[in-house]
Each structure stands twice: as C-alpha cells, then as structure tokens.
DNA sequence: AACGGCCTTTAGAATAAGTCTAAGTTGAGA
DNA sequence: TCTCAACTTAGACTTATTCTAAAGGCCGTT
C-alpha cells in the first residue's frame, strides 16, 4: 500500500519535474494519513520526532512543491496560518468555534451546490465553502454544563 | 446623514460599552464608504492623510473592537493579510486571481443557497462561501492579448 | 480650578508565520 | 561511477500583528 502510494507519488512528482525526496514523501505521507488539515509547523513537528528531518525551509518548500503537482491544497480558513489537505477531490470545510477543529465536509451533505450567476463577464474557477458551529462533541459538553447550571 | 450614521454607530458602540472616539469614527466611516475590503495597512495609509492620525496600535484596537460590536467583520480570504468589511449583513465574495480584488457577492446571485446537513449533533451557525475566478475587467484583458497573439 | 480614575492612544519592542540566501548535500540519468 | 541541477539546511530577513509601558483625554468630585 505505501509502496502503491509512493508509485503513485513518484509519477505525480516526476510529471511536475520534482524528484521525489524522503522529505518530500514524508510530508506527504502524513497529510494522507493524518486529515486535520496541520499547519506547516505541525508537520515539521511531527516529522522531526523521525527520521527524515526537515528544515522549516524544506517543509515550505516541499508543501508549496506538492501544492503545484497538484497533490495538496492549501487552505486559509481563520486567521493567517495556513493548513494544508491532501484530500485533493471537492470538497468543503467545518470548523468548530469551540475547539476549533476543521473537519471535512462531502459534496454530498451540502443539499444544494452553490451555482453562482456572477453579473455578466465573471467566471467563476472555483468556489470554497466554509461553514461554521460547534461540533457533535462539543455541542454535548455544552449541554452537558447546561444541565448542571 | 453623517450625523444619522453617528449617532447610529454611538449607540451601537455604547452598547458595546465602547466610547466612540474620533479614530473610531474614522476608521468605520471610512470602512462604510469604500467596500474595497482593506487591510490594515491600507486603512492606516488612507487614513493618516487627514485628521485625525491613529497609529498601527489603535488601527488594530478600533478594528478589533468595532468586531467585537458587531459593526465589521474581518476577513481572511487568501493568506497572511486580515481584510476588514463593514457589510455585515450575509452575503458571500467573489476574488479575482488576475487583479486580486475582493468583491461582494450578494445572497441573491447564488442560485441555492446551500443547506448543510452535516452528522447529527453538528450545529452549522453560518457559512460563507468564496468564489475564485476571473473578474469581468481582468477578462477583457485576458480575451484582448489572446487575440493579438 | 485641581484631582483621581478610567479608558484610549501612542511609539516602539516583541512575536509569529513565512521567505530568502548562500553554502553544503544528494540522487537520477549518462 | 560521475556529474550537476535539484534539493536541503541554518539562520538572517520580512511582514503582519500583538504587546507594553507611558502619556493623553474625559468626567465627576472636591
Ligand atoms: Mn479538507
Ligand atoms: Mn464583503
Ligand atoms: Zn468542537
Ligand atoms: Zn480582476
């Protein structure tokens, strides 16, 4: 399965022109097995507890690497720390007020896709939608406090 | 109908339980009258050609409190760079990745408005969408090279 | 008018995320 | 195996924003 994916990558990599490093598969390995959308020092956190590791240069380097091969998104979702997906397919966002975790959300909860009729002359590329609340487990812990109060 | 606008703005800070002070005028007004979506910066340049001068410090104050009395909204739409919007009613925007501007998308131009039915439990507060394209002005541009080429 | 308390403004230092640079390292094709 | 463009690295730099400590303004009281 890893070597599936690494054969995957490499031909994904190589089409762009980037030779596949082991810093650069170990960044991408970890956004495929780890969906909660990390900011680039999470990875570089979680990366250099192992081997390969990677410099913040190196991290930035490789995410923006991967984001031109097309095999991550780069996401801005609150503030000015940008998250990175690599869940490449449409898709959008949930993020909870309480806990703050950014939680995908398939094309197919949303009941009706947006289909934008811009004045005359716009054209649309794409769209991203973020929606915002509270997640299951916190909505239970609010009303868990609720009950006692 | 500045006077109207002020008082408006005095009672909805007071309740805030904020003073309206001159920067603070200032800095909503100029906010109402230009829906460009300005950074920081770009209100603290405008700004500080006339009375009354605010610095950095207070820019970030006086826009973080009008947040907080729910007269702006802020906005992070593509990276590192806050951007203030005094529309708070809901609508949607649209950015231009040829010239960058950042415009509002009325509720009425999206056809569906999207209703989410995420996991139960999950309660959607608000959403917002951001659609990327190409501005109908940036277009012209676009279509006008292509045909010299 | 002078005083005191509280909120606001200010300049500039501090922080945080990301970019750049210059030097050393590496790995894929010949 | 050899080579060299591509890659990695530490650390300096930049940019947006926050923090801090001191000064200023407003108001009700003496
Ligand atoms: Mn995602
Ligand atoms: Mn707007
Ligand atoms: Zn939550
Ligand atoms: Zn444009």
Redesign the interface.
């Known amino acids: 399965m890893t070597t599936e994916l690494r054969l995957q990558v490499e031909s994904r990599m190589h089409a762009a022109g980037l030779k596949l490093t082991p810093q650069r598969f170990a960044v991408l390995d970890y956004l495929i097995r780890n969906h909660i959308h990390p900011t680039a020092d999470q990875i570089t956190a979680r990366l250099n507890n192992r081997f390969p590791r990677a410099s913040r240069a190196t991290i930035y380097n490789t995410l923006h690497a991967l984001c031109e091969a097309g095999l991550v998104r780069e996401l801005?979702?609150?503030?000015?720390v940008?998250r990175y997906d690599a869940l490449i397919e449409t898709h959008h966002h949930?993020v909870c007020?309480a806990c703050g975790t950014l939680e995908d959300?398939q094309p197919a909860?949303?009941?009706?896709?947006?289909?934008?009729?811009?004045?005359?002359?716009?054209?649309?590329?794409?769209?991203?939608?973020?929606?915002?609340?509270?997640?299951?487990?916190c909505?239970?812990s609010e009303n868990r406090s609720k009950n006692l109060s």
Chains 1, 2 share one sequence.
Do not use: I
């Open positions: 801005y979702v609150d503030g000015a940008a949930f007020r959300v909860a949303v009941r009706a896709v947006p289909r934008c009729n811009l004045d005359e002359g716009y054209c649309v590329e794409s769209y991203q939608l973020v929606m915002r609340g509270v997640c299951a487990s909505k239970q």
